[in-house]
Nanobody
Framework: QVQLVESGGGLVQTGGSLRLSCDAS????????MGWFRQAPGKEREFVAA????????IYADSAKGRFTISRDSAKSTVYLQMNTLNPEDTAVYYC????????????????WGQGTQVTVSS
């Protein structure tokens, strides 16, 4: 059973940076895609970024391009989301997710989820 545990959220000022971590366990993830999603109050969960564990191919939402970087450390079974130049619109609960196979942008394609970590950007 896949287990995902996020950490690294917090309160940051506009223009600041945070690095989120997702510790993955429960199986080998060679053929998995790991994704980051976020959900703001009153809004639907939205795609942020994803990475193929094997090969490291990445995809990003338009809102994340140029500011966020997704990466993984295979030795630690950890996926990261480096977030720079944050603004209040980035305030949300950020979730790590995993799916077997290729990367998708839709939350429903992912079968395993972490509990989420809160990111709050103050103006």
């Amino acid at each position: 059973q896949v287990q995902l545990v996020e950490s690294g959220g917090g309160l940051v000022q506009t223009g600041g940076s945070l690095r989120l971590s997702c510790d993955a366990s429960g199986r080998t993830f060679f053929d998995y895609t790991m994704g980051w999603f976020r959900q703001a109050p009153g809004k639907e969960r939205e795609f942020v970024a994803a990475i193929r564990w094997s090969g490291g191919t990445t995809i990003y939402a338009d809102s994340a391009k140029g500011r966020f970087t997704i990466s993984r450390d295979s030795a630690k079974s950890t996926v990261y989301l480096q977030m720079n130049t944050l603004n209040p619109e980035d305030t949300a609960v950020y979730y790590c997710a995993a799916r077997l196979g290729l990367a998708f942008r839709t939350p429903g394609a992912y079968g395993s989820w972490g509990q989420g970590t809160q990111v709050t950007v103050s103006s």
